[in-house]
């Protein structure tokens, strides 16, 4: 079972900035939050990780809380390109478990014109 | 250019027969997976290798097989033995330290008629 939990929809205006939580109360010590998106009938994609600082790369930003029982993904301009499904994931970054990576059903995000 | 290759897209077969899916990867990852997906529905992991000519079972095996017999390809055999054979196949790649990101390939859609 997948130790996230995401609300199933959402929807962003294009050129608005895009926020979608993650909660993950019972996330260990040593394990990772990963978010990646599938576009419809294609293969996921790698957005980005984090362990608990604030993370940006080109695509987005992540926000985990202080304590760590929650995350936020922010693409800062959506665009209709960005409309996919986000999987927020938690796993151990190395060790046992660490190379399986457990999907949730994640969020469906559409960004509207 | 690099990455993971999967075909053919779509493949149909007879319910019954067994059937091959190819997946040819580039990026020298020693890791590869094979993942399920269902319509609405997260990946599962099916079966997973780290080297050469040695794999696991992921959540979802029986009804499939695997052989890793290049570091360069990871093909996964449906089996007649799998009583619901259709569905979206995706197979990944990663390196095995680090942040090992996994990356997806195209997938493969299988419909047994």
């Known amino acids: 079972d997948a130790k996230t939990t995401q609300p199933p929809s959402m929807d962003c205006a294009e050129g608005r900035a895009a926020n979608l939580p993650c909660n993950h109360s019972t996330i260990s010590g040593n394990e990772y939050v990963y978010w990646y998106r599938q576009i419809h009938s294609q293969g996921p994609q790698y957005i980005i990780h984090g362990l608990k600082n604030n993370e940006t790369n080109e695509m987005a930003s992540l926000i985990i809380t202080e304590d760590r029982k929650s995350s936020t993904l922010i693409l800062p301009h959506a665009t209709l390109r960005d409309t996919a499904v986000y999987y927020c994931i938690v796993r151990p970054y190395s060790g046992a478990g660490s190379y399986q990576l457990t999907f949730g059903k994640g969020t469906k995000l559409s960004v509207i014109p | 250019d690099g990455g993971i290759t999967q075909s053919p897209k779509y493949l149909f077969r007879k319910e019954g027969q067994n059937v091959t899916l190819s997946c040819e990867q580039n990026l020298n990852h020693d890791a590869m997976y094979w993942y399920r997906q269902d319509p609405g529905q997260g990946l599962r992991l099916i079966y997973y290798s780290q080297i050469v000519n040695d794999f696991q079972k992921g959540d979802i095996a029986e009804g499939y097989s695997v052989s890793r017999e290049k570091k360069e390809s990871f093909p996964l055999t449906v089996t007649s033995a799998q009583k619901n054979p259709t569905a979206f196949y995706l197979c990944?790649?990663?390196?095995?330290?680090?942040?090992?990101?996994?990356?997806f390939g195209p997938g493969t859609r299988l419909t047994v008629l």
């Open positions: 990944a790649s990663s390196s095995i330290d680090g942040n090992n990101e996994q990356f």
